[in-house]
């Protein structure tokens, strides 16, 4: 079988105002496209996923977990850049959740993980989102707006190594200085917002075990 290359996240969020999209421009960037697609979220009945920082969820039917791979430490919750390893191969998803349960699932798909685990989906969203490519840093601009009347953009950048992270971070900083992004303070996301607003003993959970 062939061995795939880790595909880690780093990503900082922000919040953005009407000329946003003429800045981007100006910046280098260019329109991807646009997309809606609905996001479901599960964990285990007592959180025990969301409680490690592990998040599973389908997109329109493709599954994926997302994990910490910080090797930094520090404290997650001030943080303004998340890193975070992406997996999107059902066999490591259901591996990587065994890992953190502490137990060797049986299923070989998802939705019969989902019926072995009793995972129940906890939050649901559609997402309405533009795209941007940024050739020149290899940056990648996402401009979200959800379902729920929330809006947030991430600059994004994908790497494959542990040693690609600090230049990574550098790059995704800087463009966020030229969009106008100053604020160090960490930017509530999608799903920060989703939980306060519908979920708040989940929410209050997350925030004591310092995970948002
Ligand atoms: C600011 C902040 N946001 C999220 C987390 C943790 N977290 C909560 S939900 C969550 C999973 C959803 O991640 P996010 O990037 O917010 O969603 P989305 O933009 O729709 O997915 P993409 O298309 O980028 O893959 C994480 C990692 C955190 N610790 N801090
Ligand atoms: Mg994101």
């Not at 941007?132 to 809006?151: C, N, Q, T």
């Not at 969009?179 to 917002?193: A, E, F, I, N, W």
Request: with cysteine.
């Amino acid at each position: 079988m062939a061995t795939s290359l880790a595909v880690l996240e780093v990503e900082r969020k922000f919040i953005y105002s009407s000329d946003v999209e003429d800045m981007l421009q100006t910046l280098g960037a260019t329109l991807q496209g646009r997309l809606l697609f609905r996001d479901t979220y599960y964990d285990t009945v007592d959180l025990h996923l969301t409680l490690n920082d592990h998040w599973l969820r389908d997109r329109q039917g493709s599954w994926e977990l997302k994990l910490p791979f910080s090797l930094h430490g520090g404290d997650k919750s001030s943080n303004p850049v998340t890193q975070y390893q992406e997996l999107t191969r059902e066999k490591e998803i259901i591996a990587a959740v065994g890992e953190v349960l502490g137990c060797t699932p049986l299923s070989e798909g998802m939705e019969a993980l989902v019926a072995e685990l009793r995972l129940q989906a906890f939050a649901s969203y559609v997402t309405d989102r533009k795209s941007y490519e940024v050739p020149r840093e290899g940056l990648h601009v996402d401009l979200d707006e959800a379902d729920f009347g929330f809006a947030v953009g991430e600059v994004e950048k994908v790497v494959s190594t542990a040693e690609e992270v600090p230049e990574a971070l550098e790059r995704i900083n800087h463009f966020c200085s030229q969009l106008g992004v100053t604020s160090v303070k960490k930017v509530p996301g999608k799903m920060t917002t989703y939980l306060h607003q519908y979920r708040p003993e989940h929410y209050q959970k997350l925030k004591e075990a310092h995970v948002l």
